[in-house]
């Protein structure tokens, strides 16, 4: 007799189950294809153990979402459930658990190559890997999977992505609400796993939170008054009061995560080479935007291809790729610094637009990227029924700083050279220039 | 607009209202700015969807974001249960210096929405924004009845004679709007 479930091992959650229908999910071509996609691209060329791909992290999120989804729906007040007609019907209720993981599942199949490394620039303009994996969705080749299951695959596309990304859809409150355990600011378990998988395997503490007691205590709250004027009637996701330092060390977690890891300047300056070997050699310097195509690309072909340009100094992107392999990277000349800042908050754009005039266009490269991440304002129910703002008895919520990207960095050819021209202009080069005239 | 320029402007807004009795949360401010940008055509380029079935803008979001990070703006938590203000900065008032032209431009713009919104709280608040919504949407050439059941559609716990007062209110903000952005 075949099997209800299946187990599989992970590293994190130690088993997630599936379902015989969610394993033909698994076992499809563009699910299975992210076995071939690193999390975090090469970030292993700083961290080695940071190998692990797409395809765990996806098994990661469809766990996370299914505990967070019964907890939710199991621990409910009747205003709420008075404003989510669904929750009490229990076959909607089973539809959408169903959907939810799904969603989990399947939300990060149009990655790129790569995953993040310079995605907007390798897509034309309006593409995105959201949008890719809205259309890997709603495909012919998923279709038959989503019939048996019978799941609407827009349904699965809402929760996946969210309104933010998922922009041709129309969501209720209930759908939004769901969306908000995949991608949600403060509590999506997108994120929840992310940072607990990428601490583990690259060995650093700081990703790692209760995600047990964090779970346990979601709730569907309505918004803590904004103002003393009153409440909109809109849900959000939030926690009951025995949450909150679970909630704190998942913001703590979130960044320190960016600002030890996913931010360190040599992780960051890869990221640039390899969009800069990318753009050289991939066809008019972008992916395809077709899925048939796109999923026909891993990480393998494109590693495949960056030693090839390394081996043969005729092949496109040589010199790029010698970079990546041979470890002869771009090094920081210059990092955001409270002085100067204070004195002009783009000088790092005027010392990367300085040093290119007078060393060459191709010896600098700039990076500047601030995460889209929202204040961590969300309502708290305390022992009493009361809903508070989570800044209103969080001062470490209250000030939790956010963190930043800010480097200039230089062909190691020329740094010497490069750093000392720096300390000799410094403050002459970073003096804020006038608004100019019709500029406004 | 850029990063600069459209920080200062965001500032310039957050000055204004606190100045006016604002509470200036996030939902204050995504509201004002949305009333700047469509209603006074302030190109600040964020895109409003309706979110939670109000117009609000991710991009705006993360551009509040951006600010805090830059420390132009802060975090003002207040007492339970309520939700933070938001703060501008020394930073911001030198960026707001640096830009003299661009903040005389909108000047009489931002002050329009400061003193029209007033100290209004956040149902008021919502109430308009999404009156301006759905006349953006519908067009004033629609009849109000279509327009109160599109908004009633949006927010069903809000009356047909709030909804009603509402559009009146809007639409003489349109008027008004239009002696100030010629």
Known sequence: MAKAFHEIRDSIHVFIRLSSDERKVLDSPPFQRLRHIHQLALTYLVYP???????????????????AYDVVTENINSEVKEMLPDISDPLKRVYWRSALRMAGLCHDLGHLPFSHAAEKELLPAGWSHEKLTADIIRSE???????????????????????KEATDLKFSRW??????IIVGDAFGVD?????????????????????????????????????????????????????????????????????????????????????????????????????????????????????????????????????????????????????????????????????QARFGPDEFRYDLHIPEIGAPDFPVRLSDGQIVSSLSISKTLADLPVPVVDYVFCNPDILAEAKSWLKDNHDQIIQPKGEEEGDE | ??????????????????????????THLQKATY???????????????????????????????????????????????????????????????????TIKKYQKRIQFIADTLDAKGVLDLEKLATALYVTLQMGRKSSIEERIDEFRDLKPYFSSSEASSTFDVVDHMIEDSRKIVK
């Not at chain 1, 759908?175 to 908000?180: D, F, K």
């Not at chain 2, 965001?10 to 509470?23: P, V």
């Not at chain 2, 703006?73 to 207040?78: A, F, K, L, T, V």
């Open chain 1, 49 to 67: 153990g940071a190998t692990h791909k797409r395809f765990d992290h996806s098994l990661g999120v469809i766990e996370l979402a299914g505990r």
């Open chain 1, 141 to 163: 080749m998923m279709q038959p999977i989503w019939d048996e299951m019978k799941l609407k695959p827009d349904d699965i596309v809402k929760l996946a992505l969210g309104p």
């Open chain 2, 35 to 101: 009333f700047l940008q469509e209603l006074l055509n302030v190109p600040l380029g964020f895109n409003f969807i309706l979110y939670k079935h109000v117009p609000f803008s991710f991009d705006l979001r993360d551009e509040l974001t951006a600010l805090r990070a830059n420390k132009m703006i802060s975090i003002e938590p207040q007492a339970l249960p309520y939700g933070p203000r938001i703060n501008s900065t020394m930073i911001s008032e030198k960026i707001q210096n640096n830009f003299p032209k």
């Open chain 1, 191 to 355: 994120r929840m796993d992310y940072l607990l998988r990428d601490s583990h395997h690259i060995g650093v503490p700081y990703g790692r939170f209760d995600h047990y007691r964090l779970i346990d205590t979601l709730r569907i709250l309505p918004q803590a008054p904004p103002d003393k004027t009153g409440s909109p009637k809109e849900l959000f996701l939030g926690v009951d009061a025995g949450g909150i330092h679970s909630a704190e060390a998942l913001m703590l977690a979130r960044y320190f995560m960016f600002s030890q890891v996913y931010f360190h300047p040599v992780r960051r300056i890869y990221d640039i080479h390899l969009k800069d070997f990318l753009k050289e050699t991939l066809t008019e310097g972008m992916f395809p935007t077709d899925i048939s195509q796109l999923l026909l690309i891993t990480d393998n072909e494109e590693t495949a291809k960056l030693f090839a340009a390394f081996r043969n100094p005729l092949e496109k992107g040589h010199l790029t790729a010698r970079r990546i392999i041979c470890r002869k990277h771009f090094r920081k000349l210059w990092e955001r610094n409270p002085r100067d800042f204070e004195i002009n908050p783009l000088a790092g754009d005027y010392i990367f637009k300085a040093a």
């Open chain 1, 175 to 180: 759908e939004t609400i769901l969306s908000e």
């Open chain 2, 1 to 26: 607009m850029n990063s600069l320029k459209k920080a200062a402007i965001i500032t310039s807004l957050i000055d204004s209202m606190r100045l006016k009795g604002s509470w200036c949360g996030e």
